[in-house]
C-alpha cells in the first residue's frame, strides 16, 4: 500500500462503516438490501453525518471570514505603507505587521477553507472505495467496514439502471445511456449548485469593503473555476461519488441561506435587510458574528432609530368646544 492509500485507509473504514450502518438501518425497516436506492440513501446519511459534525467548524469558518473582511481597510493601509519598498527588512516588518493584524481580528486565510480541507480526505475515502467497488467484488474481497457480499450488493445495484460504481469517464456496466444521462444531470446539478452559493454569498454577504479589496477578485475567479474543476473532474467520479458531492453542496447552499438570512456580515446587503426586518417587527438589533463591539453598537442605535420611528405618532389635537 502506498503512502497516499495508508494515509486513507482509516478514513476508507470509516466511510465504509458509516454507510454500512445507514444500510444496516435502512434494510430494518423494509428497504431492499441489494437496492441501489438503499445504497443512495446510505450515501446521502454519510454527508449528513460529516455535515452535521462539521458544523462547529462552521461556525469558526464564518468568523474567520468575516475577520478578513474586517481586516481589509487595515491590510490596505499596511500594503501602502510598504508599497515600493523591496528590501529584506521592509518584507519582514510588513509580514510581522500582517500577522499582528491576523491575530487580533482572530483569524488567517487559511481558516476559511477549513471545512473544505476536512472534508477532502474522506471524499477521497469514498472515491476510493466506490472506484474499488467492481475490482474487490471480482477478486472475493471487502472494502473497509464492507463485508464482501455487501460489496457484491453495491456493484449490482443500480438507480435508474445505472451502477453507483459506474462513472461517466470509465463505463462500469449496466445500461450506458443512463449511466451517461445521470452522470451529466448529478454533473449539472454539482456545479449549479456550488456556482449558486459562492454568487449568493458575493452578491448578498459581503461588505463594500470586502467587494473592492484585492481578496475579492481573487474571490471571484474562484466563483468560475472552481465550478469548472469540478465539472471536468466529474467526468472521472463514480456516481455514487457524484450523490455525495452534489448533497453536500446542496447542504452547504441551504447552510449559507441560513447564514445570509440570520447571520449575515456586519455592513453587507443582507444585514441591512435583516436591520430592516427586524426593525419593521420592533425588534432591537441582533449581535452579528464577526463584529466588532463598536460596529454592533452603531447597529444597535440605527434599529432603536428606525423602531422610534415607526412609533412614534403625531397626537391629533383635540378641538376646542364652543360653550353653550
Known amino acids: 500500500m502506498d503512502i497516499f492509500g495508508?494515509?486513507?485507509?482509516?478514513?476508507?473504514?470509516?466511510?465504509?462503516?458509516i454507510m454500512v450502518g445507514f444500510h444496516d438501518g435502512l434494510s430494518t425497516i423494509g428497504m431492499p438490501t441489494a437496492s441501489g436506492w438503499t445504497w443512495t440513501f446510505s450515501i446521502i446519511g454519510l454527508v449528513l453525518v460529516i455535515r452535521a459534525a462539521l458544523i462547529p467548524v462552521f461556525v469558526k469558518q464564518i468568523k474567520a471570514q468575516r475577520g478578513m473582511q474586517l481586516l481589509q481597510p487595515d491590510l490596505k493601509k499596511m500594503q501602502n505603507k510598504y508599497k515600493g519598498k523591496t528590501d529584506q527588512l521592509s518584507r519582514q516588518a510588513m509580514a510581522q505587521e500582517q500577522m499582528a493584524l491576523y491575530k487580533k481580528h482572530g483569524t488567517n486565510p487559511f481558516s476559511a477553507c477549513l471545512p473544505m480541507l476536512i472534508q477532502m480526505p474522506f471524499f477521497f475515502a469514498l472515491f476510493q472505495v466506490l472506484s474499488g467497488i467492481t475490482a474487490a467484488a471480482t477478486s472475493g474481497q471487502g472494502i473497509g467496514a464492507m463485508s464482501h457480499d455487501q460489496v457484491v450488493q453495491f456493484d449490482e445495484s443500480t438507480?435508474?439502471?445505472?451502477?453507483?460504481?459506474?462513472?461517466?469517464?470509465?463505463?462500469?456496466?449496466?445500461?450506458?445511456?443512463?449511466?451517461?444521462?445521470?452522470?451529466?444531470v448529478m454533473i449539472l446539478a454539482m456545479t449549479a449548485s456550488q456556482f449558486i452559493t459562492q454568487k449568493q454569498i458575493m452578491a448578498k454577504n459581503m461588505s463594500e469593503?470586502?467587494?473592492?479589496?484585492?481578496?475579492?477578485?481573487?474571490?471571484?475567479?474562484?466563483?468560475?473555476?472552481?465550478?469548472?474543476?469540478?465539472?471536468?473532474?466529474?467526468?472521472?467520479?463514480?456516481?455514487?461519488?457524484?450523490?455525495?458531492w452534489t448533497t453536500t453542496?446542496?447542504?452547504?447552499?441551504?447552510?449559507?441561506?441560513?447564514?445570509?438570512?440570520?447571520?449575515?456580515?456586519?455592513?453587507s446587503p443582507a444585514a441591512k435587510a435583516l436591520a430592516e426586518r427586524r426593525a419593521a417587527r420592533g425588534l432591537p438589533a441582533l449581535p452579528l458574528i464577526g463584529a466588532k463591539k463598536a460596529d454592533d453598537a452603531e447597529a444597535e442605535e440605527a434599529a432603536a432609530a428606525a423602531v422610534a420611528m415607526k412609533?412614534?405618532?403625531?397626537q391629533p389635537q383635540r378641538k376646542n368646544r364652543k360653550r353653550k
Do not use: D
Open 159 to 184: 438507480i435508474f439502471g445505472a451502477p453507483l460504481s459506474a462513472s461517466l469517464l470509465h463505463g462500469g456496466g449496466g445500461n450506458q445511456t443512463a449511466v451517461w444521462i445521470l452522470s451529466i
Open 311 to 314: 412609533i412614534q405618532r403625531v
Open 6 to 17: 495508508t494515509i486513507l485507509a482509516p478514513f476508507k473504514w470509516l466511510v465504509s462503516a
Open 249 to 267: 453542496n446542496l447542504w452547504t447552499m441551504g447552510q449559507q441561506f441560513f447564514v445570509i438570512r440570520r447571520m449575515p456580515t456586519p455592513g
Open 209 to 244: 469593503e470586502a467587494l473592492a479589496s484585492p481578496f475579492m477578485r481573487q474571490q471571484k475567479m474562484m466563483l468560475y473555476i472552481l465550478p469548472l474543476v469540478f465539472g471536468v473532474g466529474g467526468i472521472n467520479f463514480p456516481i455514487g461519488v457524484l450523490i455525495y
